[in-house]
């Protein structure tokens, strides 16, 4: 009984399992109101980003091993991967109290590649509003979700560990200028700036108003930019390769199941002798990865930014333990909210029993009944606990008001 989560993530999976789980708006609802049509499950939400896919839930079954068995088959079937050797060594399963504390760790980007970055919590958002939208979910993931992205906000006001982040976005920019000595005058080419990650690889790249920028764009697409200058070039999706020769540097970052640059026709492109950068932010890959085999030709993607992440990380450390302690206090509530809810109905039967004795003897007797019955059917260490939760020194703020 509780909260379970299956996990595919960057923690352990490399880019091309990660790849087979990268599912569509359409495959996770599919996935979610499936799980959820069997009576062990009443609640599902699943997390789906270029590093993680994730799938929680919530279970009155008292048998956890049934439900996580459900979970993985769900899972493997809907990428097609129950006869792919080893898939299990690549799964992670989360129950009761580390469940909780994972979606919690998940939401503020403390489990991220990137420790602190904030696009998570958005995609969080959404996942949690896409199984609202399906019919899903319910008060108890509602819940979850909903203090999970508190917790994550105030860690982001009251800590530094988001404006020290830099997210992938920002280090495909760093690794191409690290390659290249400098990006100023240098011809940038950006698939899929109408994305949200393609979106920020633009406008830090307006920011530094250095490089020459290329976008391209489909047809009746639009790019906007925060910056409204709208300091770059657009040109047809479909010309793409054309522009390829002349360019230093190439992002993409899209959500195409398919390559978006294939190794054949770039080849038959690039005649132009010059160092070129090629940088793939996209799960599944958007760029075919034999590219690098080209001479003078440096190739990055969403699994390189590891070395650099965790660089990074390591100037992080101390604003994480302040994230974290801030995040212990809203799981700890959270826990508290889910006993106490599942407690809901017994508190009504030990309410309508107080309240018929008392009818018939008065409140004293009532309470009286009451505790006998509490000393009755509780262990010496149960009945510690219970009194000390009535400790008059605690008890003081629930005084009642006097008209």
Not at 216 to 223: D, E, G, H, P, V
Not at 294 to 317: G, H, P, S
Request: with cysteine; net charge negative; hydrophobic share 35%.
């Amino acid at each position: 009984m509780g909260i379970q989560i299956i996990s595919i993530s960057h923690k352990i999976a490399p880019l091309h399992v990660r790849e087979m789980f990268a599912f569509t708006e359409e495959q996770q609802k599919h996935m979610m109101q499936k799980i959820t049509e069997h009576l062990e499950v009443s609640e599902c939400i699943v997390l789906s980003t270029c590093n993680r896919t994730e799938m929680y839930v919530y279970s009155d079954s008292e048998s956890k091993g049934c439900i996580f068995n459900l979970m993985e088959d769900t899972l493997l079937e809907e990428a097609g991967a129950q006869e792919e050797e080893d898939i299990g060594n690549y799964l992670l399963f989360y129950h009761g109290e580390k469940a909780i504390h994972h979606l919690f760790q998940v939401t503020a980007g403390l489990d991220s590649m990137v420790i602190g970055e904030d696009q998570i919590l958005g995609q969080v958002k959404t996942a949690h509003k896409q199984a609202r939208e399906a019919g899903t979910t319910g008060v108890y993931l509602n819940t979850f979700f909903r203090m999970a992205v508190t917790g994550a906000k105030k860690v982001k006001t009251e800590t530094e560990l988001s404006k020290t982040s830099v997210s992938t976005a920002t280090l495909a920019l760093k690794v191409a200028e690290e390659e290249l000595g400098t990006l100023k005058d240098k011809k940038v080419l950006i698939i899929g700036a109408t994305g949200k990650i393609g979106g920020i690889v633009l406008m830090n790249l307006e920011s530094l108003h250095q490089a020459d920028i290329y976008v391209t764009t489909r047809k009746n697409k639009l790019i906007n930019t925060k910056h409204g200058n709208d300091d770059f070039t657009t040109i047809d999706y479909e010309d793409r390769y054309n522009y390829l020769d002349q360019m230093d540097v190439v992002i993409s970052a899209t959500s195409s199941p398919h390559y978006t640059l294939t190794y054949s026709k770039m080849k038959k492109q690039l005649v132009t002798a010059k160092r070129r950068v090629f940088v793939d932010l996209a799960v599944p890959m958007d760029i075919e990865a034999k590219i690098s085999a080209v001479d003078d030709t440096c190739y990055y993607n969403i699994d390189d930014f590891t070395r650099i992440a965790k660089e990074n990380n390591q100037k992080k450390l101390r604003e994480a333990e302040a994230a974290s302690g801030i995040l212990d206090e809203y799981e700890l509530q959270f826990e508290q909210w889910m006993v106490f809810q599942k407690s809901l109905s017994v508190m009504g039967k030990v309410r309508d029993n107080f309240v018929k004795v008392a009818e018939h003897k008065g409140v004293e007797k009532a309470f009286d009944h009451f505790f006998y019955w509490v000393r009755e059917n509780n262990t010496p260490e149960d009945l510690e606990t219970f009194f000390h939760c009535l400790n008059p020194v605690s008890y003081t703020h629930l005084t009642l008001p006097t008209n």
